[in-house]
């Protein structure tokens, strides 16, 4: 593959970036789900702990990915951040022997926030960093393109896989086979990582105190020398929110709504899966040579389609055809990722990784399920769980979701204009 990846650096980057989307969907998804089946099915929890892992995620990588910028060292915080993530996904569950619903929930928002610390310090913070380091201009759609790649994966293993490893097992066998295969991605591809050569730790001399250092990304200024890269994260936050009004609530809606089971979840997202792998790769060349633009309109046109007509059918042929449409608008995280990369500040990738995470994760994290909460509130079918209530997500999310989606196309069109600007550098 001529692509300027070294064979090493790409096993690397397959390892961790599976291994860390593993256990970001166990949290994304059966963390969720393991509330409304096994504490209380009030939505209103679920959005809590989504909005607080958020906060967590974006100051950890901010925090760390500034560290990391002025040390120039990212291998320590992602080995030693992958086994301490690996172990805290295992023990989640527990939070299920507190004994009340309060006392549970609490746990829940607890734990979720300590595996989420230790997840952006290795992942985002640090494997990020060290990928924009050691990847170019040349090659980043590509390797946006192979990232994308690893969370279909890791989807197929975290629902397919693990829909019939709960059914037939339950959760606490599903949470430990989970994190044992985290904690083995995490310590043989950091075992092999080899730091960026062009990494050095920070002029000693002229750096500025790390507070000061800590919030120069947002200064105005700052703001305005880097346009076009915050206008590329504000498009990342708008797809994103769309993503998250229905992401954490869409198993609880197929089983409860749509009355299908955890296993033929796991079979949908089964047969999903490869058609979004097929498309990966060449968005992320078309990415490469300068296509970006026209790639993001008909994505994000085609996602809000979907994501209308996914909540619109209830046989699994037509689940798995919209399926595969909705899930474009992650795909185009590809593009935006690529650019992003491309326009982050060399001296300080670890910090922007950061920014990065506001909003990638934090802003559409807070809004997204907040926006699923209310609408599952107001239009959802009241239900009894546990002796406790709360409500079945409707087709309401989906709608919500695909209006979203379209307003992605504002800061593309914007983009436009600077589409010279954006183009691969020779």
Not at 121 to 140: E, G, L, Q
Not at 217 to 236: D, E, K, Q, W
Not at 385 to 395: E, H, M, V, W
């Amino acid at each position: 593959m001529n692509n300027g990846l070294s064979g090493k650096n790409l096993a690397v980057i397959i390892m961790l970036g599976l291994g860390g989307q593993i256990a970001w969907n166990v949290e994304n998804s059966w963390f969720n789900t393991f509330v409304f089946d096994t504490i209380t099915p009030n939505p209103e929890p679920i959005a809590v702990m989504v909005a607080v892992s958020s906060i967590v995620a974006t100051l950890t990588t901010l925090i760390i990915g500034t560290i990391s910028d002025r040390i120039g060292r990212r291998k320590p915080f992602i080995l030693f951040g992958y086994v301490l993530w690996a172990l805290s996904t295992a023990v989640f569950p527990m939070s299920g022997w507190a004994g009340t619903i309060q006392r549970a929930v609490f746990l829940v928002v607890l734990l979720d926030a300590v595996m989420t610390f230790f997840g952006s310090t290795a992942n985002d913070a640090a494997f990020n960093a060290w990928v924009t380091d050691i990847t170019s201009t040349k090659n980043r759609g590509l390797t946006e393109g192979i990232l994308m790649m690893l969370p279909v994966f890791a989807v197929v293993l975290g629902t397919g896989v693990s829909g019939l490893l709960i059914d037939k097992l339950g959760y606490f066998p599903f949470f430990l086979v989970l994190g044992a295969l985290v904690l083995v991605l995490g310590i043989t591809g950091s075992s092999i990582l080899k730091e960026s050569p062009v990494l050095k730790p920070s002029d000693m001399e002229n750096r500025s105190g790390f507070f000061i250092e800590l919030i120069k990304v947002f200064r105005p200024s700052v703001i305005s020398r880097n346009r076009a890269l915050y206008i590329v994260f504000v498009t990342i936050a708008i797809s994103s929110i769309a993503q998250q009004v229905v992401g954490p609530y869409e198993i609880i809606y197929l089983n409860n709504y749509i009355g299908i089971s955890k296993s033929l979840t796991g079979l949908l997202t089964a047969l999903v899966a490869p058609v979004l792998i097929i498309f990966a790769i060449p968005i992320g060349r078309l990415s490469d040579k300068g296509y970006g633009l026209p790639v993001l309109v008909a994505g994000f046109i085609i996602s809000a389609a979907g994501q209308f007509f996914f909540g619109s059918v209830n046989s699994l042929p037509l689940l798995v055809l919209f399926g595969v449409l909705k899930n474009f608008g992650f795909l185009m995280l590809i593009v935006l990722g690529a650019w992003a990369r491309n326009l982050m500040p060399q001296e300080s990738r670890g910090q922007f990784q950061g920014v990065r995470l506001i909003f990638l994760v934090m802003l559409p994290m807070i809004i997204g399920p907040a926006i699923g909460s209310f609408l599952i509130n107001h239009f959802g079918i009241p239900t009894v769980l546990n002796n406790a209530n709360g409500f079945i997500p409707t087709p309401a999310i989906y709608r919500a979701s695909s209006l979203i989606y379209l307003l992605c196309l504002v800061p593309v069109l914007i983009l436009k204009k600077k589409a010279d600007f954006l183009k691969v550098s020779p």
